[in-house]
């Protein structure tokens, strides 16, 4: 007959890769506590329920979601569509493509010191640049299904 929790003899809780034995309250404040979390994480994913912690895990700005003062709901709603489709076509391109718009664009970095580091003209980054922006461009378009 399997021994009732109360009978055992020893209680032991994992820690990383070992077991440390405890008195039978720490191991039910352990435990219990562990379930706890696991039933609030299922009632949480049963009803849907979206924690600012995981938006920022996403890499949102936990800010951008809300609306500013004063701001129309349905505005806040669109530039965060906006926003995410942006996004993922700026993740569709490739690498190079991806790293010469976020130093351009996000770093501010000059056109020439890309050319200068990349070993080729300004010419040649304008080029590129261009030609990654109409790329871009035609890529929301058919995200967002607006004729040319």
Known sequence: MP???????QYLIRIGETLVPVNRE?????????RRE???AERDQ?????????????????LEILPASG???LDTLERRERDLLLSAALHRLPGPDRTLIRQLYWDGLPR?????QEGVSEGAIRKREQRI???LHSDLQEALSIPA
């Open 3 to 9: 021994k009732q929790k109360s009978d055992r003899e």
């Open 112 to 116: 020439t010191g890309i050319a200068r």
């Open 133 to 135: 922006l109409k790329s």
């Open 26 to 34: 720490i191991y039910g404040a352990y435990y219990g506590g562990e």
């Open 71 to 73: 701001e129309n709901p």
């Open 46 to 62: 049963a009803h849907g329920t979206l924690y600012f912690s995981a938006m920022g895990e996403e890499g949102a700005d936990v």
């Open 38 to 40: 696991r039933y609030q």
